[in-house]
């Protein structure tokens, strides 16, 4: 079975500063993909990036940005220039490419903005 | 634009009554979509995968009989609460699309209070 541990329950972050929300997960298979969703209060979840693992080159949105390390089984979160609509829930997930598979979501982490 | 439309975003039932949230894939033909469960502060829980045409997956511990999932066709996905309780009160989410069976894009949720 695969888990998600999102060490960090809460951050802040001052607008236009850099923040960095961790990731780790345990798996044994070499083949899958990670995810970075964002739930603002609107409750409504959306895809906010996403890393296949045979790739090496960190996945890169605009303003959000990962250091996937395959080894350690790390996948953070840098968001740069942070803006008040970035205040949300934030959940990294993972998702093996066997069939049967589903998306295994952490905990968690929620991010305030601050002026 | 919207990609998938849960309707409705907030229902009242009481004790004892059934209630259906619908799940509509806007932009394309879904032959799998996921229904999520959201307890406050908590992480999405994977209930079933409903299948199209067939019958749904539900994950351990979700009681098929009480959670009923109907995806008659390629853009609807429905789930009806039987007789409903208080603990069953929740965040209710939908996800349809992507690859490897990733949902990528989520409905905006039913907050659904049993009293």
């Known amino acids: 079975a695969q888990t998600v541990t999102q060490s960090q329950p809460e951050m802040s972050v001052q607008e236009a500063e850099t923040v960095t929300l961790s990731c780790t997960y345990d798996t044994s298979e070499s083949n899958y993909y990670l995810f970075w969703y964002k739930q603002p209060p609107s409750r409504q979840m959306i895809l906010v990036i996403r890393?296949?693992?045979?790739?090496?080159q960190n996945a890169t949105e605009n303003r959000f940005s990962v250091n996937f390390q395959k080894a350690a089984k790390s996948f953070s979160l840098k968001i740069s220039d942070s803006q008040l609509g970035d205040t949300a829930m934030y959940f990294c997930a993972f998702l093996y490419t066997g069939t049967a598979s589903k998306l295994t979501f952490g905990t968690g982490t929620r991010l305030q903005v601050t002026l | 634009g919207a990609v998938v439309s849960q309707h409705p975003s907030r229902v009242i039932c009481k004790s004892g009554t059934s209630v259906k949230i619908e799940c509509r894939s806007l932009d394309f033909q879904a032959t799998t979509m996921f229904w999520y469960r959201q307890f406050p502060k908590q992480s999405l829980m994977l209930m079933a995968t409903s299948n199209e045409g067939s019958k749904a997956t539900y994950e351990q511990g979700v009681e098929k009989d009480k959670f009923l999932i109907n995806h008659a066709s390629l853009t609807l996905s429905t789930l009806t609460v039987t007789s409903a309780h208080p603990e069953d009160s929740s965040f209710y989410i939908c996800?349809?699309?992507?690859?490897?069976?990733?949902?990528?894009?989520f409905g905006n949720g039913t907050r659904l209070t049993v009293t």
């Open positions: 996800g349809v699309g992507g690859s490897h069976n990733s949902p990528l894009h």
């Open positions: 890393q296949e693992a045979y790739k090496q």
